[in-house]
């Protein structure tokens, strides 16, 4: 299973993920350097979130219609010209549509390996293989924002996003390699292998009921939305505001650059180092244990943010948060194909990253609403107390979709 799946989507994922948390570090501490508030730090990652949603249908209907590869090679390519743009012009108004195109390709990118690894995987083996991807993820979240706090230390920001581009260009590179391979393949053999010709058949299926329209589908699976999407939407708004708060309280201690991503790097690492058990705890007993932890962890890390009044205390704090990320490596991903359709997976997918996303977006908006209105302190422990509400909507009206096998899992 694992090997079969290492160029075309574990590869490219590291790559990207290491990419995308160097990104999710210098985007605000950027918008600071350039003067601007708190407030507007966190708008910059608010736009990155509405980056996402505006990305989640269009790319579930292109993944439908023209297949996983070409929509994540699509993605690579807009996330390369943003972090370019970002890189070469220095404008606070310019920076918040850059993110917005940092969003929109993260978000495409995402949904299309997500339908790809559906594809591929058998629900079964589907929770190690997603939480290995995100322990991939997790694993470039720890070297991406070390590295670029070194480099914007050594080379100032401009040429660290310049950097950043050149290493997501390498991740299309690979993409391009793993479907050449698969087009030798198909000109060697006289028929597809088995497994991607079903995966055809079962695509060209669903792009027979696909002539339905998005609101039919919505309202098709729209317990699922209310239930089980309210879930992630709150769990994406706990990580988005997880993502922004600890580099600006870094800020607000007076750490550079540097530091920061060092305690953004210890975080991960902690993170990183959960997602086997996440995984193991999702297929063998269920994928509401491993969510649960999440959100409980996430909301103790916030708590403790502003108690942090050093360096030492906020890289605690920090792997407090990490460790409760790590536990749900892949829980989004994992539920989402859980309960999609398998003749509409792309487009389907496409809602569940919306509902999903609009957390992204609405987490750094609340914050920096609440932080202006309130103080940045009370601004925590406000988006902190979604996870105890979260986990109860989880026991209450979520039902388990583990579907347990007799067979061996590996």
């Known amino acids: 299973m694992y090997r079969s799946l290492i160029i075309p989507v574990y590869v490219p994922s590291f790559l990207m993920s290491a990419c995308q948390g160097g990104l ?12 601007q508030s708190e407030a507007m730090a966190a708008s910059v990652l608010a736009a990155r979130g509405l980056g996402n949603m505006l990305a989640d249908l269009p790319a579930g209907a292109a993944t439908a219609r023209w297949g996983d590869r070409l929509v994540m ?39 299309a390996r997500l339908a790809l690894v559906g594809d591929l995987v058998a629900s079964r083996f589907r929770g190690q293989a997603l939480s290995t991807m995100a322990g991939l993820q997790r694993v ?71 002539k339905l329209s998005y609101p039919t589908l919505a309202l098709r699976h729209r317990r699922i939305w209310l239930t089980a999407g309210q879930v992630v939407m709150l769990l994406t708004l706990l990580r988005s505001a997880r993502t922004l708060l600890i580099p600006i309280w870094g800020v607000h201690l007076g750490l550079g650059a540097g530091e920061i991503g ?28 491993s969510a649960t932890a999440c959100l409980l962890l996430l909301s103790v890390g916030l708590v403790l943010v502003p108690l942090a009044d050093s360096t030492f205390l906020l890289a605690l704090t920090a792997i407090v948060a990490g460790v409760g990320n790590g ?58 107390a979604c996870g105890p509400w979260a986990v109860t909507l989880l026991w209450l009206t979520v039902p388990e979709t583990l579907q347990k096998s007799t067979q061996p899992t590996m």
């Not at 198909?186 to 696909?210: I, V, Y």
């Not at 609340?366 to 209105?373: D, S």
């Open 140 to 210: 470039g979240h720890f070297i991406g924002p070390a590295l670029v706090g070194l480099s914007i230390e050594s080379l100032g920001y401009g040429k660290t996003f310049l950097v950043l581009a050149s290493a997501l260009s390498l991740t299309l590179v690979f993409v391009n390699l793993s479907q050449r391979k698969q087009q030798t393949i198909a000109t060697d053999t006289s028929q597809p292998p088995a497994r991607d010709q079903e995966a055809l058949q079962t695509r060209q299926a669903g792009l027979a009921e696909a």
């Open 327 to 384: 536990l749900g490596s892949g829980i989004n991903m994992t539920l989402g194909t859980d309960f999609a359709p398998e003749q509409d997976r792309g487009r389907f997918l496409g809602i569940w990253r919306l509902i999903g996303d609009s957390g992204s977006l609405a987490g750094p908006t609340a914050i920096g609403f609440l932080a202006t209105a309130w103080g940045l302190k009370s601004a925590m422990l406000l988006v902190a």
């Open 262 to 289: 060092l305690v953004l790097s210890l975080a991960a690492g902690a993170d990183m180092l959960m997602f086997p058990v996440a995984g193991i705890v999702m297929d063998r007993f269920g994928r509401r244990w």
């Open 73 to 111: 090679q699509g993605g690579i390519a807009i996330m390369v010209a943003a972090t370019l743009i970002a890189g070469l012009f220095e404008h606070p108004g310019l920076l918040m549509l850059c993110a917005t195109g940092i969003g929109f390709a993260m978000a495409t990118w995402l949904l």
């Open 24 to 35: 999710l570090m210098i985007l605000p501490l950027y918008a600071m350097d350039l003067g």
